[in-house]
């Protein structure tokens, strides 16, 4: 396993801090947030639809600039440089549909490159067979690896969302809603794949969810949201029926009871 962290040994993987953001005409969505993750960690963010969850990752990517507040990697505040630190799983994927999935793939490391490189689909020999190594870590054929994004299923498409989420060899994996355009099948293959393929090189997950059984199945502490509050912050054995309701806002506990065999 690579040393993720060698600017400051034995801090949080990931550390917010008194975070604030609000939209433009919109709602404040985040107001003094603050959270640590600790390096490893697979954190399931559980939370209803609204509640705030790509808000939040979104602000840890750095795709959303917070009003205030700080976030730091392994004690180094967010800078774009540190971004590559960082890998992102997109619910619809973030393919894009004419390149091959190898391209896709390699297009996690268009940051650490010139343009031109990008452009024109020129990517270092290392970064190829890099590419084709996670392809078929997260069982991808050749086939496959040559195939326009557009001609793979959904689940194939979030194999190779997560193969480029890990080709920067990141310290954390941000996911949001992996799972979310997937059957129940494709969900539990994505879910172990992530929860795997990030222990093997001991990077930590900060992961969203809505489906209450999954974060119960993958999750080593999961941080309940309503609101943009955190209203639960624990393993899923500590996680009762009340503290449910309280993160879905309901009332009738029978709709949770449906909501845990769903
Ligand atoms: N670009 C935006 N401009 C204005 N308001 C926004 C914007 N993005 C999100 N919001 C608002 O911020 C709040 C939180 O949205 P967010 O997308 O973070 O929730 P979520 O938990 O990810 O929901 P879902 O489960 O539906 O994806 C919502 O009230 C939403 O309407
Ligand atoms: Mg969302």
Redesign the pocket.
């Known amino acids: 396993m690579t040393d993720k962290n060698p600017q400051a040994p034995g801090a949080p993987a990931l550390e917010l801090s008194g975070v604030l953001k609000s939209?433009?005409?919109?709602?404040v969505?985040l107001e003094d947030f603050s959270l640590n993750i600790a390096p490893g960690c697979f954190c399931v963010v559980l939370?209803?639809?609204?509640?705030?969850?790509?808000?939040?990752l979104?602000c840890i990517a750095g795709l959303?600039e917070p009003d205030a507040g700080d976030i730091r990697l392994h004690g180094t505040s967010l800078t774009r440089k540190r971004l590559r630190s960082v890998g992102m799983v997109h619910?619809d994927f973030g393919l894009s549909d004419r390149l091959t999935a190898a391209q896709n793939v390699m297009s996690g490391m268009a940051a650490t490159l010139s343009a031109w490189r990008v452009a024109l689909q020129l990517y270092p020999g290392q970064i190829q067979r890099q590419a084709c190594a996670l392809l078929s870590r997260v069982g991808l054929s050749e086939d496959h690896a040559n195939r326009r994004a557009s001609q793979l299923s959904g689940g194939q498409k979030q194999r190779v969302g997560i193969a480029r989420a890990l080709i920067s060899d990141p310290s954390l994996i941000l996911a949001?809603?992996p799972v979310a355009s997937l059957d129940p099948k494709s969900s539990v293959e994505i879910m172990t794949l992530l929860k795997n393929a990030a222990q093997e090189r001991g990077a930590a997950v900060l992961c969203?969810l809505?489906q209450i059984d999954l974060a119960r199945k993958y999750a080593d502490r999961i941080i309940g949201?309503s609101h943009?509050a955190i209203v639960f912050d624990g393993p899923p054995a500590a996680l009762t029926r009340e503290e449910m309701q309280a993160i879905f806002d309901m009332d009738d506990s029978s709709t949770i009871i449906h909501m845990e065999v769903a």
């Open positions: 939209y433009k005409n919109g709602p969505v939370g209803s639809s609204g509640s705030g969850k790509s808000t939040l979104k959303t619910q949001d809603e969203s809505h949201l943009g």
